[in-house]
């Protein structure tokens, strides 16, 4: 099982950045995608998540409004749109995979498969 997270890179405050992450040896159609991001000396944090049936969406207050998860279905990937990014969004960003319930989706230690990690980098 491989998640291979992509899209990282450095832009200005006020940009986008699109990441994706595309799965091997599992079908991502069946389970709760997630993603997460860790700053330097910070703990991992949820971004958001969208469910592996109705394709509902959630997101910490912290990008609600300016990221976007969606899921290509046909290409086994998952997508994290990010608007409007700035500094406090720079981070390395994570894609994991879980049947874990809605109840604890944001909780990390749920999540048995991640991708390995893409960096983001907003300059001010």
């Known amino acids: 099982v491989q998640l291979q997270a992509s899209g990282g890179g450095s832009v200005e405050a006020g940009g986008s950045l699109k990441l994706s992450c595309t799965a091997s040896?599992?079908?991502?159609?069946?389970?709760?995608k997630s993603w997460f991001r860790q700053a330097p000396g910070k703990e991992r944090e949820f971004v958001g998540h969208?469910?592996?049936?109705?394709?509902?969406?959630g997101y910490s207050d912290s990008v609600k409004g300016r990221f976007t998860i969606s899921r290509d279905r046909a290409k086994n990937t998952v997508y994290l749109q990010m608007n409007n990014l700035g500094p406090e969004d720079t981070a390395v960003y994570y894609c994991?995979?879980?049947?874990?319930?809605?109840?604890?989706?944001?909780?990390?230690?749920?999540?048995?498969?991640w991708g390995q990690g893409t960096q983001v980098t907003v300059s001010s």
């Open positions: 994991a995979a879980s049947r874990v319930v809605a109840s604890g989706v944001r909780d990390s230690s749920n999540y048995p498969c």
């Open positions: 040896g599992i079908n991502l159609s069946n389970y709760r």
């Open positions: 969208i469910s592996q049936n109705c394709g509902t969406t």
